[in-house]
Each structure stands twice: as C-alpha cells, then as structure tokens.
C-alpha cells in the first residue's frame, strides 16, 4: 500500500458520515455480545473458549458512502449499511441496489461515491469488495473508521483510500493509497453537533448539571460550616473544663453569634422556615423549567432558519 495518493482529488467528509458508521460498529459490537453471553448462559458447562476465554474481537461493518463530485472536490455526504457474506466476502448485490434505488429517490443528486468498513487497516480481502463497486463508480473511496480508543492519538481515526494501479514486479496490481481529507459541515450538522456536544457532561459523570454543581457547591460550603463549628464547640468545652484560660474577648463575641441564630425549637420558625423553602424550591423548578423552555425554543428556531434555507434552495443535497 503507498503512503500518499497522487490523483489530486480534495475530499470533504461530513460528521455525519462518522457518526453513521460509529453507530453500525456499535449496535453490532453490542448485538455480538449479546449474542455470546445467550449462547454462553445457555451451556453453562461448554468449557472455555478457543482463545482463552477472551471475548471475540467485534464483527467488521460494511455500508456505502454517498455524496457529490464536483470538478477535483469530493464531498461525502452520507452513508447507509450494507449487508456482508463474510464467507463469500462479498456484498449482497440486490440489497444495494434496493437502496440504491430509494435514495435516488429522496437524493436525486446523489452518487455512490465508495463504501466503508471498520478495522485498525485495510486488508489484502478489501480489495474484492473495492473491484465489485467499480461497475457503479469506476474510483470508488473506502472510508476505513478505527473503533479502537486511542487515548494518544489526536486525530480522527478515519482513513480515506483511494484505489490506483501501480506496477509491481512487472504486474499491474490495484493498492490502496491514503488520501488527506477535511471534515467539512453544514449548518445543520454544526447545530446538532454542538446539541449532542452539551449533551455530553463535561466530566465524564452523569450528573454534570449546572443544578448538581449549584448543590456540591452547597454542600461544600455546609461541610466547611460543620467543621467551623466543631472547632469552636471543641474550644467551648476546654475553657468550659479549664483546660485552657477564660477569653471573655471571644466569648463575647460567641455569644453575639449564637443570639443572630434563630429559635430552633419554636414551632413559628418551623413554619416560617417550611414556607421559605418551598417558596425557593417552587422558583428553582420555574427557573428550571423556563430556561428548558428557551433552550427549546432556540433549538427549534435554529432548525427552523436551517431547513427554510435549504427549502429555499430547492431543498437537501441530494443523492446523485
């Protein structure tokens, strides 16, 4: 395989065509585990597994990528799976061409660019699949996504080949070549990337709301009273037992603090104290409540603007 292409092509790859393909890994990575803990329920007493018990690494995903050429600028719009023999290693023709045939109807503009697959590199077995293509595209891309987490790396792990053929040991062979690529989004794919991108805690918990830091914030600054006031008691008590020596200083100034503190046994505080709490409660929730509104309403007009410009234009870009 050469490092770099030389046809000179751009490539422009839109985040939803990475999100497609992640979500097929996904949902058959988790379909496959499913699949082994049933079958391993079920024979309790099978033995362990041929490769030491470790899990089966997920099954590879097959589907194509659709967009437009314009000119030396591909533009990669979408995507949609495909269904994979992996015996034959082959393709399901006619399901291709059923959706193939649908989103021709729903993007007229539309071509099949190439296809995708998931792995950490093409393999010697891809280039079957790249040959039965190029009777719809004669260069078709593979889009190749690395499912593998990579803490280390900073890029994307999203490769693009391009097929070309090169003389090897005096034969014409057909290799896979990288080509650079940028990611290039619509305002339509910004406004969901950033809503899926506040979705997403910051912190990697659960409970990264402004509402939950408000309540740690809180419960810090009582922690930190708590233990104030443990100190004082603390010196109370040993002044009290003459441990140490009498400070009317501090006293003073003890009991100046005790006398700001309301009766907590007096059933009017109780009442008054439920009241203010439920009053600060009910505007918490309003506040809550009014700010999901506005976000949602933001949200709405957003997409509103988004799809009005493109009815505008004639509609989505369509699939060629």
């Known amino acids: 395989m050469a490092s770099s292409s030389s046809s000179g092509l751009t490539f422009k790859l839109h985040p939803l065509v990475i999100v497609n393909i992640s979500d097929h890994h996904t949902r058959v990575k988790a379909q496959a585990q499913y699949s082994s803990s049933s079958a391993a329920a079920a024979a309790p007493g099978a033995g362990a597994t041929p490769n030491g018990g470790a899990p089966p690494p997920p099954p590879r995903v097959f589907g194509c990528v659709i967009g437009v050429q314009r000119g030396r600028t591909v533009e990669i719009f979408n995507s949609f799976e495909l269904l994979y023999d992996p015996v034959t290693n082959t393709l399901d023709r006619a399901f291709l061409e059923k959706k193939q045939e649908l989103y021709k109807k729903v993007f007229p503009n539309f071509y099949i660019l190439g296809w995708y697959s998931t792995g950490s590199d093409a393999q010697e077995s891809d280039m079957q699949i790249h040959r ?8 078709p891309v ?5 499912p593998s987490i990579n803490h280390a790396q900073k890029d994307l792990p999203v490769t693009i080949f391009e097929s070309e053929l090169h003389v090897i040991d005096g034969i014409p062979q057909l290799i896979f070549v990288r080509s650079n690529y940028t990611i290039e989004t619509v305002e339509a794919e910004r406004i969901s990337v950033d809503h899926v991108a506040h979705l997403k805690p910051s912190d990697g918990g659960s409970a990264a709301t402004q509402l939950a830091a408000h ?3 809180i419960h810090s600054a009582i922690k930190m009273l708590n233990s104030r006031v443990r100190v004082v008691h603390q010196y109370l008590l040993a002044m009290q037992r003459g441990d140490i020596p009498l400070d009317n200083s501090l006293l003073r100034q003890v009991s100046s603090l005790l006398r700001r503190l309301p009766a907590m046994e007096s059933e009017k505080f109780q009442d008054d104290f439920l009241m203010d709490f439920n009053d600060t409660l009910l505007v918490t929730y309003l506040a809550m409540f009014t700010n999901c509104s506005s976000t949602m309403n933001e949200l709405v007009d957003k997409f509103n603007t988004t799809y009005d410009r493109h009815s505008r234009r004639g509609g989505r870009t369509a699939f060629i």
């Open 132 to 139: 039965a293509l190029m009777d719809i595209n004669e260069s």
């Open 142 to 146: 593979y889009v190749l996504l690395n």
């Open 215 to 217: 309540l740690t914030g």
